[in-house]
C-alpha cells in the first residue's frame, strides 16, 4: 500500500520520502493551497471548525466525491494526501483499514474536525511536530464514511514529520485515536504502529556488513561478490516486510554530504519500494481486500487486483522542496516553496499533466488559472 521514512545527510538536515500503492490509478491533483486558504470542516450533528492557513502548502490531492454536471469539483472538494508547508512540516495519509471502528461519544456542542481534513489543518496552521501535538490533544477528530470510497470509515492513519527530525504518527485504531511519537522516522500500514516497533525486536540481528567468508568444518564458504548483509531483510512486499526494511535503509544509507546528493540518495533508497504492476496479484475470489473508488471503471480484460506505486515524492524539509513521479515517469518534478509564496491564490495541476517533463515545474503551476 504506501511506504514512507526520513532519511538525514551528514548535516543532521532531514528529507523525507514515500510511496503510494493501489490497484488503480485516480485522477491525483498537485494543489498548492496559499496562506489565507480558508477550510470549513464538518461532521453532521456538530458545529464546524473553520480556520484560515498561516503557511502556504504544496500538496497532492483527491477529490472527496464523484463530480457532477450539475456540481463540478471546486477546491473544496480536494482532500489532501501528502504535502510539505513553508514552515518544513510533511503530512502523509497511509492506507490503514482498521481505523473504522466505534469512535468515543463527544457532546453536540462540541466543534469537531473530520479526518478527511486533517492535511490540510495540520500543514495550513503548523510548521512543527510540537505544535501538532499540542493541538491534537485539544482538537476533537472523528471519521466519516466516504461516499467515493463506498462508504468506508476514513481508512487511513496519518504520519507529519518537521525540519528538527521529529515525527509522530496519528492512529485511529478501531475508532480510537492514539498520537505516538516516531523515532524510527519510518511508516507503512497495519499493524498498528507500536506493533510495528515491537516487530524491530527480531531484528537486532541487522546490519550493512557483509560477511563475505565463512567456515563449515574444512570448507570455507565465499560469497562472489558482495550485498550478503541484506539477506535477512523480509523479502516480501506485506507491510510488515516493508517497514523493517525502511528501517535499516532510513538508518544504514551513506550520510550525503550535500543536500543535492541527499536528494538523490533518498531517491535511490525510494526506490527499493518501487513496485511495478503484476508483482504480486490477488484474483477476486481468493479474499484479497483492495481500495474501491467510486465512479472508476474498472480495467477491461483485467482479471485480477495488481497493487502498483501510483506515484512517489520526496520533500527536502531544510529547502522546502517537494519532488514527485508517478508510474508512467522515471525522473522527478521538483516544485520550489519558495517560488510559490507569493501565490494567493490556489492552484490546480493535474499529475498527470507533468508526464515526467520539465524538471521544475513551479513556474508551470503558477501559470494555472486560479482553481
Not at 463527544?106 to 473530520?114: E, F, I
Not at 510548521?127 to 466516504?146: D, G, N, S, Y
Not at 515525527?167 to 492514539?178: K, L, Q, T
Request: proline residues 6%; glycine residues 8%; aromatic residues 10%.
Amino acid at each position: 500500500m504506501c511506504t514512507s521514512l526520513s532519511y538525514r545527510d551528514l548535516a543532521g538536515k532531514v528529507y523525507f520520502g514515500r510511496t503510494l500503492e493501489l490497484t488503480i490509478d485516480l485522477p491525483y491533483q498537485i494543489v498548492w493551497l496559499p496562506v489565507g486558504f480558508a477550510t470549513r470542516s464538518e461532521i453532521p450533528g456538530h458545529p464546524p471548525v473553520e480556520f484560515h492557513a498561516r503557511h502556504g502548502m504544496l500538496t497532492v490531492a483527491m477529490p472527496s466525491r464523484v463530480p457532477t454536471a450539475e456540481a463540478p469539483l471546486g477546491i473544496d472538494d480536494f482532500k489532501v494526501l501528502e504535502g510539505l508547508n513553508e514552515g518544513g512540516l510533511t503530512f502523509s495519509l497511509l492506507s490503514y483499514p482498521a481505523a473504522a471502528g466505534t469512535q468515543r461519544a463527544l457532546a453536540a456542542t462540541q466543534a469537531v474536525l473530520s479526518a478527511s481534513d486533517l492535511g490540510c489543518w495540520i500543514l495550513g496552521q503548523f510548521a512543527t511536530v510540537a505544535e501538532v501535538k499540542t493541538a491534537l490533544a485539544a482538537q476533537p477528530i472523528l471519521l466519516q464514511p466516504l461516499a467515493i470510497l463506498g462508504g468506508v470509515e476514513s481508512p487511513f492513519h496519518y504520519v507529519v514529520h518537521d525540519v528538527t527530525g521529529a515525527a509522530v504518527v496519528i492512529e485511529f485504531n478501531r475508532g480510537e485515536m492514539s498520537v505516538y511519537d516516531n523515532p524510527v522516522g519510518v511508516m507503512t500500514n497495519g499493524p498498528e504502529f507500536p506493533w510495528h516497533l515491537t516487530n524491530l525486536n527480531n531484528y537486532t540481528h541487522l546490519t550493512n556488513v557483509d560477511a563475505p567468508t565463512a567456515s563449515f568444518g574444512g570448507y570455507k564458504a565465499i560469497q562472489p561478490d558482495s550485498g550478503i548483509a541484506t539477506a535477512a531483510l523480509p523479502a516480501s512486499n506485506t507491510s510488515v516486510g516493508r517497514f523493517v526494511r525502511a528501517a535499516f535503509f532510513a538508518h544504514f544509507t551513506e550520510k550525503a554530504t550535500t543536500p543535492d546528493v541527499a536528494v538523490r540518495t533518498l531517491a535511490h533508497v525510494m526506490n527499493n519500494f518501487d513496485r511495478a504492476r503484476g508483482v504480486s496479484i490477488d484474483y477476486p475470489n481468493a479474499g484479497g481486500g483492495h481500495m474501491e473508488v467510486a465512479g472508476l471503471e474498472p480495467e477491461k480484460g483485467v482479471t485480477y487486483a495488481t497493487e502498483f506505486t501510483s506515484w512517489t515524492s520526496l520533500s527536502d524539509l531544510d529547502r522546502k522542496l517537494f519532488f514527485i513521479r508517478d508510474y508512467q515517469s522515471l525522473n522527478f518534478t521538483r516544485f520550489d516553496l519558495g517560488q510559490l509564496t507569493s501565490l494567493t491564490v490556489p492552484k490546480v495541476l493535474p499529475l498527470k499533466a507533468l508526464n515526467g517533463g520539465a524538471t521544475d515545474a513551479s513556474e508551470t503551476l503558477k501559470a494555472v488559472a486560479a482553481a
